[in-house]
Nanobody, 122 residues
């Protein structure tokens, strides 16, 4: 059965860092476009960072450019989101997703994780 499982969320002070991991099972993540989305209370889901299946192309939302980095380790079947200089407005549930034919960082993703909570607060 295909699954994505996120980990690495938690409580961090403003200016701190977290690295989220998303481990895939039941399919080879390396063949898919991957993405990190987030959803804060009362807000719509937002595409934060996305990467093409070839790893050649990446996308970042303006709000996280220069602070977040998406990467993938195909040998571990895992995608990561390194988050630096975190701000209170980064507080949300973060979801990873994978898809074959997608609208980058918007929709069409076939597999979704259950989400991991990130809270940025002093």
């Amino acid at each position: 059965q295909e699954r994505l499982v996120e980990s690495g969320g938690g409580l961090v002070q403003p200016g701190g860092s977290l690295r989220l991991s998303c481990a895939a099972s039941g399919f080879a993540l390396g063949y898919y476009n991957v993405a990190w989305f987030r959803q804060a209370p009362g807000k719509e889901r937002e595409g934060v960072s996305c990467m093409s299946s070839s790893d050649a192309d990446t996308y970042y939302a303006d709000s996280v450019k220069g602070r977040f980095t998406i990467s993938r380790d195909k040998s571990k079947n895992t995608v990561y989101l390194q988050m630096n200089n975190l701000k209170p407005e980064d507080t949300a549930i973060y979801y990873c997703a994978a898809g074959d034919i997608v609208v980058v960082c918007q929709g069409g993703y076939d597999y979704w994780g259950q989400g991991t909570q990130v809270t940025v607060s002093a």
